[in-house]
C-alpha cells in the first residue's frame, strides 16, 4: 500500500510544481520509462530510488511515504480490506498547505497530540 501512497504523492508534486515526468526523471537519474512504470504501478522502487526521487522532489521520503490526500476509503480498497492504522483511534494524520500563521498554531496542536499520545495509557 505505501507504493499506491508514495506514486499518488509522486503525481500530486509534479502537478502542483509543474513539473513533467521527463524533468523529474532527468533530476532523479532514472529513465522516463521507468518512472512511468512506477507511477502506473506498474514497478517496484529500491530504496535508492525512492530516495532520488525524494531528493529530485525536495520532499522528505517519510512524507511521500506516509502522508497522503487519499480517503479511509480509497486506503482500505488500495489495502484490499482495512488499511494499516498507525495512529489509534480518533487520530488522523493529515497534510496542509496553510499560512505561516496558521502553520504555526496547527504544529502546536501536533505537539500537544504527540504529547499525549507518548503518555502510557491508564488502563
Known amino acids: 500500500m505505501h507504493n499506491q501512497i508514495f506514486f499518488t504523492n509522486i503525481l ?6 509543474g513539473m513533467t515526468k521527463n524533468e523529474l526523471a532527468a533530476k532523479a537519474d532514472i529513465s522516463v ?13 529500491s530504496l535508492k530510488i525512492m530516495e532520488a526521487i525524494a531528493e529530485a ?7 511521500l511515504l506516509e502522508s497522503t490526500d487519499l480517503d479511509r476509503e480509497s486506503l482500505d480498497a488500495l489495502a484490499g480490506g482495512t488499511a494499516p ?8 494524520r493529515v497534510s496542509a ?4 500563521h496558521q ?17 502510557p495509557s491508564s488502563s
Not at 33 to 45: I, W
Not at 57 to 63: A, M, S
Not at 85 to 92: A, D, F, H, M
Open 12 to 17: 500530486r508534486l509534479l502537478d502542483e510544481r
Open 33 to 45: 520509462s521507468f518512472l512511468s512504470d512506477l507511477t502506473n504501478g506498474k514497478a517496484n522502487p
Open 57 to 63: 522532489l525536495e520532499t522528505p521520503l517519510p512524507t
Open 85 to 92: 492504522r498507525s495512529l489509534p483511534e480518533g487520530v488522523v
Open 97 to 100: 498547505v496553510l499560512p505561516e
Open 103 to 119: 502553520a504555526f498554531i496547527v504544529k502546536k496542536w501536533d505537539e500537544a497530540a504527540r504529547s499525549k499520545l507518548r503518555k
